[in-house]
């Protein structure tokens, strides 16, 4: 089964930052396609917040402030956020298409990690 784990979500204050990390695991072999995070605040629905293959892509309410990445040794994917504000606020969720023998290529999402931006 494959397994996403995410971590470094909080609370921060405005114009702060946080670093959060989604590690991936299964037990034989694997190959990540895609990566993705997503957030979802309450009362509204889940959005794409940056994407990443060959390139990024973001969403304009975070372009410049958020920065995918990843470690393909490590099979982790981060996202780094500076400049936060009270509108990021969320449920942020990690996404990856992944590829295994047993079952092909297929999404996964993490468990979800809370993002709360307030003084």
């Known amino acids: 089964q494959v397994q996403l784990v995410e971590s470094g979500g909080g609370l921060v204050q405005p114009g702060g930052s946080l670093r959060l990390s989604c590690d991936a695991s299964?037990?034989?072999?694997?190959?990540?396609?895609?990566e993705a995070w997503y957030r979802q605040a309450p009362g509204k629905q889940r959005e794409l917040v940056a994407s990443?293959?060959?390139?990024?892509n973001y969403s304009d309410s975070v372009k410049g402030r958020f920065t995918i990445s990843r470690d393909n040794n490590k099979n982790t994917m981060y996202l780094q956020m500076n400049s936060l504000k009270p509108e990021d606020t969320a449920v942020y969720y990690c996404n990856m298409n992944i590829y295994t023998y047993s079952g092909g290529s297929r999404y996964y999402w993490g468990q979800g990690t809370q993002v709360t931006v307030s003084s």
């Open positions: 299964f037990g034989g072999f694997f190959k990540i396609n895609t």
């Open positions: 990443i293959t060959r390139t990024t």
